[in-house]
């Protein structure tokens, strides 16, 4: 994920008291790819991303496993309504 994403993740994690630590996978460029770590220290932290994502599906599920065509929350959308023509 790049750096865009990455704050989107880390934003999604701790909204759902998830465990994780967003960050570049080289400390020294935040332009490269990120990844979701079992802790800060680049020298001893574990990549932990595909368990964070999967931990995160599944809570996302708990809250509403049902989605609808209006979205996973079941609240309004924006869009246009376009008539027929004739109408």
Do not use: C, N, Q
Not at 8 to 13: E, M
């Amino acid at each position: 994920m790049d750096a865009e994403e990455a704050r989107i993740v880390d934003a999604t994690l701790r909204r759902f008291g998830l465990p994780g630590v967003v960050a570049p996978e080289d400390p020294d460029d935040p332009s490269g790819p990120w990844r979701v770590y079992d802790e800060a220290d680049p020298a001893t932290r574990r990549d932990t991303t595909a368990e964070a994502l999967a931990a995160l599906a599944a809570r996302l599920r708990e809250t509403d496993s049902e989605p609808t065509s209006r979205g996973f929350d079941g609240g309004p959308t924006r869009g246009f309504i376009i008539p027929p023509k004739g109408e």
